[in-house]
């Protein structure tokens, strides 16, 4: 199970004592120092956690593809992993070292396609296409409670929209919670679902205080009516 294996985080040396060598005896040797201050010491640690942070999401991928690890196992740990990367990103001195992610990769000769391509999503596979049943399947009280609590959180995303709520950190959230929600009621197919799940990428790609555009803005609300409609008509 993969839930047994133990990832090994990137090491984060801070200093190093050179090997024996001819020109210097084990008496001659000094410990070179790798971190100049505290300030440098704390960025090598972020990069190191955003790079085994990476690792750790890619092998992630690979197991949940072979099932070696439960839906809900994956959905859980992806879902820590992004935003335990998110996280570090946030810090503006990690963020400009850091650069964007192709040329992390570059620079540190990663392989890792499949992290990639979830980094870029930001959400868990469980979350883009659900393989299993609705949670409520078989009980209608819980069915409804579920129905109501997807309505209201399309609700509370269009109401926020017409009030002029643009913002990525403020809407990203709430994508989040529709898809979460309607994946607990239903795991069809419906008109318009795909643009959440294409929303949600747009978004993710944004920075925290970049907005939408008017023209942008006035297209999402009309993908999430729709998307709204779509689920209704599920029901």
């Known amino acids: 199970m993969y839930g047994q294996r133990q990832l090994a985080y990137a090491p984060t040396p801070y200093s190093y004592i050179p090997t024996q060598s001819a020109s210097i005896s084990l008496d001659e040797r000094k410990e070179v120092k790798l ?79 499949r992290a990639t391509e979830r980094i870029r999503v930001g959400i868990p596979a469980t979350m883009e296409a659900p393989s299993h049943k609705p949670q409520a399947a078989g009980d209608s009280a819980a069915a ?44 069809q197919e419906f008109e318009s679902k795909g643009k959440i799940v294409q929303w949600l990428i747009t978004l993710n790609q944004m920075r925290a205080a970049e907005k939408l555009s008017e023209e942008q803005a006035r297209e999402f609300q009309f993908d999430m009516q729709q998307a709204y409609y779509g689920f209704k008509a599920t029901l």
């Open 35 to 113: 971190a100049a201050n505290n300030a440098e010491r704390d960025l090598y640690e972020s990069l190191a956690e955003v790079y085994s942070i990476i690792i750790t999401l890619d092998a992630l991928e690979k197991a949940y593809l072979k099932d070696s690890i439960t839906e809900s196992e994956y959905a859980e740990t992806c879902g820590r992993l992004l935003k335990q990367y998110k996280s570090n990103l946030q810090d503006e001195t990690v963020s400009k070292a850091f650069v964007d992610l192709e040329t992390f990769k570059r620079e540190w000769d990663m392989e890792c396609p």
């Open 144 to 187: 409804a409670t579920l129905v109501v609590a997807a309505t209201e959180n399309f609700i509370t995303l269009l109401d926020a929209i017409k009030i002029g709520m643009v913002e990525k950190d403020m809407l990203h959230p709430l994508l989040v919670e529709i898809i979460q929600a309607v994946n607990k009621v239903t795991d």
